[in-house]
């Protein structure tokens, strides 16, 4: 079965970098775009960013660009997320998914992808 699998998280100082990684397995992964998804505590989960299934188009929300850069391997089955300057408001559970990659490309729908990992924590102090 599909397995999406999120590793890297922690805790880090505002300011501070971190990068989280997520492998893949049971799926054609160079066929599936990847994102980012994040949720907050006592919020909604929320859009981060997407990679295509090539690598070569990247989209990411407001709040975090210029600031993170999303990177994959499709000979490792990996996607990695680089976070720079984290704030505060950075903290929380980042998830990756996985949608085929028929779907239209600036989708930032949470509904939009069929595979999800199961999350990683990341706490950014004042």
């Known amino acids: 079965q599909v397995q999406l699998v999120e590793s890297g998280g922690g805790l880090v100082q505002a300011g501070g970098s971190l990068i989280l990684s997520c492998a893949a397995s049971?799926?054609?992964?160079?066929?599936?775009?990847m994102g980012w998804f994040r949720q907050a505590p006592g919020k909604e989960r929320e859009f981060v960013g997407v990679?295509?299934?090539?690598?070569?188009?990247?989209y990411y929300a407001d709040s975090v660009k210029g600031r993170f850069t999303i990177s994959r391997d499709n000979a490792k089955n990996t996607v990695a997320l680089q976070m720079n300057s984290l704030k505060p408001e950075d903290t929380a559970v980042y998830y990756c998914?996985?949608?085929?990659?028929?779907?239209?490309?600036?989708?930032?729908?949470?509904?939009?992808?069929?595979?999800w990992g199961q999350g990683t924590q990341v706490t950014v102090s004042a």
């Open positions: 998914a996985a949608r085929a990659a028929a779907v239209w490309f600036y989708n930032t729908a949470e509904t939009s992808y069929r595979h």
């Open positions: 049971g799926l054609p992964f160079s066929s599936y775009a």
């Open positions: 990679i295509s299934a090539t690598g070569d188009t990247k």
